[in-house]
C-alpha cells in the first residue's frame, strides 16, 4: 500500500536488526616487518559474492514473474513465489522478536506508536518491503489497483479484513446499486484473526480481497511483495475507505420482497465502502531498511570491482 512519512524524525532506531549477512568481514595481521597488512578471511584474498539467500531467491523469482503493468502473474509462476514466501522467517529479512520496536515499554506513556514501513528493494515491476504495527495499530481499508500483492505475517497476531468490488451483473441482479454516489458496494472476502507463522495471502487486481485492512492485536511484521508498485504517475495512486453495514445504505423501499433480499445480502457478507482521506493519526514513518542485501546488477558490479582492487591490493 502507499504510505506517507509522518512529520516527525525518522525513526531509526525504533527497529534493530540482527547481524547483516553477505558481508565481508576484514581482519588486520602484523607482517615480520612490522607493517601492517590488510586480508580478507576468503581465499586469494578477494571478497566473495554473499551466497544465496531465501530473499535473494525471492528477488529473482520476482524479476521473473512480474512482468509489468496491466499483467497478472501466471497460475505457477503464484505457487512458485508462495512456495518461496510460505518459507520465509523474519530472520531471514533481518528481523529478530526481541527487536526494540516489540518492546511496549519503551513507548513514551500517553504517546500511541505509528505504523513504520521500511523498503527492501523497489523497480518498475515490484516492490518487497515490510511493515510495522504496533499493538492496536491499523492499517486502515486500502485498495491495490491493478496489483497482484503477496503478504506474509512473519510475526505476531492480526485482524484483517479484506473486500472485493461488486460487479452488479455478474455478482447478483437482486443488488440494486445506486448510480450515483459516493457509497459503493463491496463483498467481504476475509474477517478473520492471522498468527505468525503462516501461508502466504494473495490479492489479485479485482479478486482475492484487494481492498484489505489490518488491525494488530499483538506488534506484528507483515512482508508485502506488490507487484507492479503504486505509482501516481502511472494511474496506481492508493485510496482509503470506510465500510458501512448493506443495511445502512438500502433501498429504502416497503415491498416486502426488498427486504428479502436486503436480509440475504447482509448475510452474505455485503458491505458499502465509502472513500475517506488517510487520517493523520494512520500516517506512517520510514525507517532504514538494514537486513541481508539483495544482490542486484549494480551490487554485483560493485562487489566484482572490490575483487579487482583486492586482488591488485
Not at 481492498?211 to 511483495?225: G, K, N, Q, S, Y
Not at 549494480?298 to 583486492?310: N, P, S, T
Request: proline share 6%; glycine share 6%.
Amino acid at each position: 500500500m502507499e504510505v506517507k512519512q509522518g512529520r516527525g524524525e525518522v525513526l531509526r532506531p525504533m527497529v534493530r536488526h540482527v547481524s547483516r549477512v553477505g558481508y565481508v568481514k576484514k581482519g588486520i595481521v602484523k607482517r615480520k616487518n612490522g607493517r601492517l597488512k590488510r586480508h580478507m578471511n576468503t581465499p586469494n584474498c578477494c571478497p566473495e559474492v554473499p551466497m544465496a539467500t531465501l530473499l535473494q531467491e525471492l528477488f529473482l523469482s520476482c524479476c521473473e514473474v512480474f512482468k509489468g503493468p496491466n499483467t497478472i502473474p501466471l497460475p505457477c509462476d503464484v505457487t512458485k513465489l508462495c512456495q518461496i514466501i510460505d518459507k520465509m522467517k523474519a530472520e531471514d529479512v533481518g528481523l529478530s522478536s526481541d527487536i526494540h520496536f516489540f518492546n511496549p515499554t519503551d513507548a513514551v506513556k500517553g504517546t500511541p506508536q505509528r505504523v513504520t514501513y521500511t523498503t527492501i528493494y523497489q523497480c518498475n515491476n515490484f516492490s518487497i518491503c515490510i511493515f510495522f504495527i504496533p499493538t492496536n495499530g491499523v492499517i486502515p481499508l486500502h485498495n491495490h489497483p491493478g496489483m497482484t500483492v503477496f503478504s506474509k505475517l512473519l510475526l505476531g497476531n492480526t485482524h484483517i479484513k479484506s473486500y472485493d468490488w461488486v460487479d452488479q451483473a455478474s455478482d447478483n441482479e437482486d443488488i440494486i446499486v445506486p448510480s450515483s454516489s459516493r457509497f459503493r458496494l463491496a463483498k467481504l472476502k476475509a474477517n478473520s484473526v492471522f498468527r505468525a507463522p503462516c501461508n502466504t495471502s494473495v490479492l489479485y487486481p479485482t479478486t482475492g480481497g484487494n481492498i484489505h485492512e489490518f488491525r494488530a492485536i499483538t506488534p506484528c511484521a507483515v512482508l508485502d511483495v506488490i507487484g507492479p508498485p503504486y505509482s501516481k504517475e502511472d494511474g496506481r495512486d492508493c485510496s482509503y475507505y470506510k465500510d458501512h453495514p448493506y443495511s445502512s445504505y438500502s433501498t429504502n423501499g416497503e415491498n416486502s420482497s426488498n427486504k428479502v433480499v436486503e436480509k440475504e445480502v447482509e448475510t452474505s457478507g455485503y458491505a458499502w465502502l465509502e472513500e475517506i482521506e488517510m487520517a493523520e493519526e494512520c500516517e506512517m514513518d520510514v525507517i532504514e531498511y538494514m537486513g541481508p542485501q539483495i544482490m542486484d546488477n549494480k551490487f554485483r558490479r560493485r562487489v566484482l570491482a572490490a575483487r579487482r582492487i583486492m586482488c591488485n591490493y
